[in-house]
C-alpha cells in the first residue's frame, strides 16, 4: 500500500477481525496505563495475505497537548513459523512419549525430573506426576549409583562431543513395592549454544529378559558341568561331524579336543562292523534315522585314535536348537562288560554241557537196572519236545522239559526188578510199589542243582486235570505245563511201546485216549498238537 494511502486510514481496517478484539484491548491498555505496551496480530495485506505483526507502542503528547500512540509495526512471520514449528514438534514429541512403551524421562543439568512419560507408572508404580520435580537417581540401586551419576555427569559436561547420544547402560531402579527391575538406559542431550539444556533418558524394562539369560547361563553351567563330569562320552555332531566333545571322550579315544572336532563320526571306526556291514554306511543311516526324530540304541564296534579297537554301547538322539538339527551321541566304552558275558557263555555252556552229562549218567543208570525204562525216557523226551515246539513255548522251557522227562522214571530204580518185570496184573501192593517211583524219581532229581523247577516236573507227570492222577491228587492249573505235556508224551509212549505185562497198543488206541479225555485228564492245548497231524 502506497505511503499516501495509509494517512488518515483506521489501523483496524487492516487488522485481522478475529484478532481486532487484540488490539482494541492493547490500545486501551495503552492509554489507560501510559506505559509502553505490545502485542502480537495478525494484519492482512492488500492481496488478502495475511501476516503476524508485532506491535510496540508508547503514548506521547503532541504540539497541542493532546495524547497520541506511537506504535512500531514489525513482522514476525518467520519467528511465527518457527514457534509454530516448535510447538508442532513438542506436541508430536509429547504424544509419542504419552504412547511409548518404555520410560521417557527429562532431565534438566541438575539431575531434576521435569517430565515424565505414564509408562512409569506400569514399570514402577509411580504415576508421572508423582516424580516431577524429584532427583532422577533416587531410585537407582546403590551398586549402581556412582557408575550412573559418573555417566550422567560427563555426558553433561562434555560439550566437545559431537554425539549427542549416550551409550547403552544396564541399571537397577526400585518399584514402589520396594523391588528392583533391571532397565536398559540411553541417554539423548538437547544443546542450545553449546550448552546442555535438559538429558532425555530412555529406560527399557529388561526384567524378564534379564532373568532369562540368567537362568539360561545358569542353565548352561549345569549342562557343562554334567557334560563334563558325565562318566560316559558325550559328542555332539553338526549331521555328518562332531563340533564338541566332553573330557571323557578324549580319555575314552585317547586324543586331543583337535583331534576330535571336526572329524566325521565314521573316522573312529573300523572299515567294516562285526556284522560285515561297512561302518560308513551305517553311521550315516543311524544319523539320518535320528534326524528323522527316531532315538537309536545299538552296539558299535570303535577305534581309538591309536588304532587298537574296542566295544561300545551307543545312544543318538535328536536335538534342536535355534532353527538348528544336531545329534547327541552318548557312547559307553563296555569292553570289560563283552568280556564278563563271553566268559559267561562259555560258563553257562561248559555247566549246560555238564548238565547234560549228569542227566545222560542218570538215564544210564536206568538203563542199567532196566533198559525198557532208559529207552522209554528217551522217547518220552523227544515227543514232549516235539509238542512243547508246536505250541510255540521258548528254547528254555523246552530244555527243562526235556531234562525232565530224560530222569521221570529215574524213581524206578528203587522198584523191585520181579515187580517191574511181572508178566501178569499186578495186585494192589505191588501196584503201590511201582507209584513209589514217582516220589523216589523227585527225591533223586531234587539232590541236584539244576536251577530249574525239573523235580517238580517229575513229581507231578502222572497227575490228571481233573484229580484223579497221583501222588498229590492235584487238578487243573495246580499242575505245572511242563508236567501236562510230559504227561502226554509218556501216556503215548508207553501206550505204544511192549511192556512186560502186554504188547503195545495200536497208535490208533493211544490217539483215542487222548481224544476222549482232552481236557478231563489231559492239557486240551497238547492234546490238539498231538492230534493235528491224524485228524
Given at each position: ?26 490500545r ?5 496505563t501510559?506505559?509502553?505496551?505490545t ?14 505483526a508485532h506491535?510496540?507502542g ?9 495524547t497520541?500512540?506511537?506504535?512500531v509495526?514489525?513482522?514476525i ?6 514457534e509454530?514449528?516448535?510447538?508442532s514438534?513438542?506436541q ?11 520410560i ?9 525430573i ?15 506426576e508423582?516424580r516431577i520435580g524429584?532427583k ?13 551419576t ?6 553433561i559436561l ?18 514402589q ?15 542450545h549454544?553449546?550448552?546442555v ?12 529378559r ?10 548352561e553351567?549345569k ?8 562318566n ?10 562332531f ?7 578324549l ?9 576330535i572336532i ?5 573316522r ?11 561302518s ?9 534315522t535320528v ?15 591309536d588304532g587298537?579297537l ?9 536335538i534342536?536348537d535355534m532353527?538348528?538339527?544336531?545329534i547327541?551321541?552318548i557312547?559307553?566304552?563296555i569292553?570289560?562288560r ?8 562259555n ?12 542227566v545222560?549218567?542218570?538215564?544210564y ?5 532196566d533198559?525198557c525204562?532208559?529207552?522209554?525216557q528217551v ?5 514232549a519236545c516235539?509238542?512243547a515246539s ?6 528254555e522251557?523246552?530244555?527243562?522239559i ?9 524213581g ?12 501178569g ?9 511201582v507209584q513209589?517211583?514217582?516220589q523216589?524219581?523227585y ?14 516236573i517229575v513229581?507231578?507227570?502222572h497227575?490228571?486235570l481233573n ?6 491228587g492235584?487238578?487243573g492249573?495246580?499242575?505245572?505245563k ?11 509212549e ?8 502186554r ?6 488206541m493211544?490217539l483215542d ?14 492234546v490238539e498238537v ?6
Amino acid at each position: 500500500v502506497a505511503r499516501g494511502k495509509l494517512m488518515n486510514q483506521l489501523l483496524t481496517r487492516f487488522i485481522m477481525k478475529e484478532d481486532q478484539d487484540i488490539y482494541y484491548l492493547y490500545r486501551k491498555q495503552l492509554l489507560d496505563t501510559g506505559e509502553p505496551q505490545t502485542c502480537e496480530l495478525r494484519m492482512v495485506k492488500k492481496d488478502g495475505s495475511v501476516f503476524w505483526a508485532h506491535l510496540a507502542g508508547a503514548t506521547t503528547k503532541d504540539e497541542s497537548g493532546a495524547t497520541v500512540c506511537r506504535v512500531v509495526m514489525s513482522d514476525i512471520i518467520e519467528r511465527k513459523s518457527m514457534e509454530e514449528k516448535l510447538r508442532s514438534e513438542e506436541q508430536r514429541f509429547r504424544a509419542l512419549a504419552e504412547q511409548s512403551s518404555d520410560i521417557i524421562v527429562l532431565v534438566n543439568r541438575e539431575g531434576i525430573i521435569t517430565y515424565e512419560n505414564p509408562a512409569v507408572e506400569k514399570y514402577l508404580g509411580f504415576k508421572a506426576e508423582e516424580r516431577i520435580g524429584i532427583k532422577v537417581f533416587d531410585r537407582i540401586h546403590p551398586d549402581d549409583l556412582k557408575f550412573a551419576t559418573d555417566a550422567f555427569n560427563a555426558f553433561i559436561l562434555n560439550t566437545s562431543s559431537k554425539d549427542i547420544n549416550a551409550p547403552v547402560r544396564q541399571i537397577r531402579l526400585r518399584h514402589q513395592d520396594g523391588s528392583w527391575r533391571m532397565f536398559e538406559a540411553v541417554g539423548s542431550k538437547l544443546v542450545h549454544d553449546n550448552f546442555v539444556e535438559f538429558v532425555i533418558v530412555n529406560l527399557r524394562d529388561i526384567t524378564e529378559r534379564k532373568q532369562a539369560e540368567d537362568e539360561l547361563q545358569q542353565s548352561e553351567i549345569k549342562y557343562r558341568t554334567l557334560f563334563e563330569s558325565a562318566n560316559d562320552a558325550i559328542f555332539l555332531l553338526d549331521h555328518d561331524m562332531f563340533i564338541d566333545c566332553n573330557q571323557k571322550a578324549l580319555e575314552m579315544f585317547r586324543c586331543t579336543r583337535e583331534q576330535i572336532i571336526g572329524q566325521p563320526p565314521y573316522r573312529f571306526s573300523p572299515e567294516v562292523q562285526p556284522d560285515g556291514r561297512n561302518s560308513t554306511e551305517q553311521a550315516q543311516e543311524k544319523n539320518n534315522t535320528v534326524l528323522k526324530g527316531q532315538p537309536q540304541f545299538f552296539e558299535w564296534k570303535h577305534c581309538r585314535y591309536d588304532g587298537t579297537l574296542f566295544d561300545a554301547e551307543i545312544s543318538l538322539n535328536f536335538i534342536s536348537d535355534m532353527g538348528k538339527n544336531y545329534i547327541q551321541a552318548i557312547c559307553r566304552d563296555i569292553t570289560e562288560r563283552k568280556q564278563i558275558e563271553s566268559l559267561m557263555i562259555n560258563k553257562y555252556e561248559r555247566l549246560e554241557k555238564s548238565l547234560e552229562q549228569t542227566v545222560k549218567s542218570l538215564s544210564y543208570i536206568a538203563g542199567m537196572r532196566d533198559p525198557c525204562t532208559a529207552d522209554h525216557q528217551v522217547r518220552v523226551a523227544s515227543i514232549a519236545c516235539e509238542i512243547a515246539s508246536e505250541l510255540g513255548m521258548p528254547k528254555e522251557q523246552i530244555i527243562i522239559i526235556k531234562t525232565a522227562a530224560l530222569v521221570h522214571d529215574i524213581g524206578k530204580t528203587l522198584v523191585p526188578a520181579e515187580i517191574l518185570s511181572k508178566p501178569g496184573i499186578l495186585n494192589g501192593l505191588e501196584w503201590s510199589l511201582v507209584q513209589s517211583h514217582v516220589q523216589a524219581s523227585y527225591d533223586i532229581v531234587k539232590t541236584i542243582d539244576l536251577s530249574w523247577p525239573v523235580a517238580e516236573i517229575v513229581l507231578q507227570h502222572h497227575e490228571r486235570l481233573n484229580g484223579s492222577g497221583y501222588p498229590r491228587g492235584l487238578s487243573g492249573d495246580g499242575i505245572v505245563k511242563e508236567a501236562r505235556i510230559l504227561a502226554i508224551a509218556d501216556v503215548i509212549e508207553a501206550m505204544a511201546s511192549d511192556r512186560p505185562y502186554r504188547p503195545a497198543f495200536p497208535l490208533e488206541m493211544a490217539l483215542d485216549e487222548l481224544w476222549h479225555n482232552k481236557g478231563v485228564l489231559y492239557d486240551p492245548d497238547a492234546v490238539e498238537v498231538c492230534l493235528k497231524p491224524f485228524y
